[in-house]
């Protein structure tokens, strides 16, 4: 069955359910990364109410829920101008978040959220889209099958990630017009 995906903007009437959702969809997928499995330092910087205040005023970042079916299933962050090395400011979109709860996973919807960004960033003209994924675990293949190809490598900045969980790729997808 197919499943009739939809993204709704962020307002703040919808910014406990992109909390909620959100930290349920990055703790079913990335409490490994933390020492005892405490992602608090992450939720606090990503999914708290003064934090989505921010970045709603902020009119490079745009908020999403990822609806399926009318059911809030995951979230979507991105950047309408972020710099890479290589590309300008105005060249290139990042993807900051993309959640989908685990029930929800393999149903298609990443791939549809993936097709909305790249939909956006046409539309404004990007040269390339760009996002950091980690470099174990099942993301990194769905980007690749994805079009997107390693472009370089980061690692995840929060002072008390585990050690060996750290190092991620920058991923890009370079967009035709």
């Given amino acids: ?3 009739i995906v939809h993204f709704e903007p962020l307002h703040p009437k919808t910014f406990q359910d992109y909390i909620e959702v959100g930290t349920r969809a ?12 405490d992602s608090s330092p992450y939720i606090s910087n990503s999914f ?4 989505l205040e921010k970045e709603e005023l902020d009119e490079n970042t745009l908020l999403y829920l990822i609806k399926s079916d009318s059911k809030v299933v995951g979230v979507l ?10 590309f300008t400011q105005q060249d290139a979109l990042y993807v900051d978040k993309i959640y989908i709860q685990r ?6 919807i ?4 993936i097709q909305f960004v790249l939909l956006r960033a046409a539309e404004l003209q990007k040269k ?6 980690m ?41 035709r017009h």
């Fill in 48 to 51: 708290t109410l003064e934090i």
């Fill in 26 to 37: 990055y703790n079913q997928h990335y409490l490994h990364l933390w020492p005892l499995q």
């Fill in 128 to 133: 390339i889209v760009w996002l950091d994924a």
């Fill in 77 to 86: 962050k991105f950047t309408l101008n972020a710099r890479l090395d290589g």
């Fill in 135 to 175: 470099q174990k675990g099942p993301a990194l293949n769905f980007y690749l099958k994805n079009g997107f190809d390693i472009y370089g490598e980061s690692e995840i900045r929060l002072p008390t990630v585990l050690e060996t969980e750290k190092q991620m790729y920058i991923m890009v997808k370079e967009l």
């Fill in 103 to 108: 029930e929800y996973s393999g149903k298609g």
């Fill in 110 to 113: 990443g791939g549809k959220t």
């Fill in 1 to 3: 069955m197919k499943h």
